[in-house]
C-alpha cells in the first residue's frame, strides 16, 4: 500500500476538489474543512509545463498555509523529467512518486 492509500484510509482526500475547483473556491472549500484532522491531496502531472508549474505552486501554498491542528499531506505523480524541471517545488515538501505517465 502506497503512503498515499494508507492516508486516503483515515484523511479526507481533497484531489478531486483541487484539480476541479479554481483557486479561490478551492482555498474556501479548505476553510470549511478546517475541522478536519488531516487533508490528503494527490497530483498527476499534466506534461503542460505552465499548468504543472501553477499547480505546484498551489501544492506548496496547500502545505504551508495549515490550520493549527491539522496535518496536511501532498504527494505529485509524474515522470523524472517532470520531477527535474520542477524539483525546486517538489523540494518544498510535496511526496514525489515516479510513474511512467502517457499524458
Not at 479561490?24 to 499548468?51: C, Q, S
Not at 495549515?66 to 501532498?74: E, I, L, S
Not at 524541471?85 to 511526496?95: D, F, L, M, R
Amino acid at each position: 500500500m502506497s503512503d498515499f492509500e494508507e492516508l486516503k484510509s483515515t484523511a479526507l482526500d481533497v484531489s478531486q476538489e483541487f484539480t476541479a475547483m479554481p483557486y479561490l473556491e478551492f482555498h474556501d472549500f479548505l476553510r470549511r474543512n478546517a475541522d478536519k484532522a488531516v487533508l490528503v491531496l494527490k497530483y498527476r502531472m499534466t506534461g503542460n509545463y505552465g499548468e504543472d508549474s501553477t499547480r505546484l505552486t498551489r501544492l506548496t501554498k496547500f502545505l504551508d498555509h495549515c490550520p493549527v491542528g491539522q496535518k496536511r499531506f501532498a504527494f505529485g505523480i509524474g515522470t523524472q523529467e517532470d520531477y527535474n524541471k520542477h524539483i525546486e517545488k517538489i523540494a518544498y515538501g510535496i511526496k514525489w512518486e515516479n510513474s511512467q505517465l502517457d499524458y
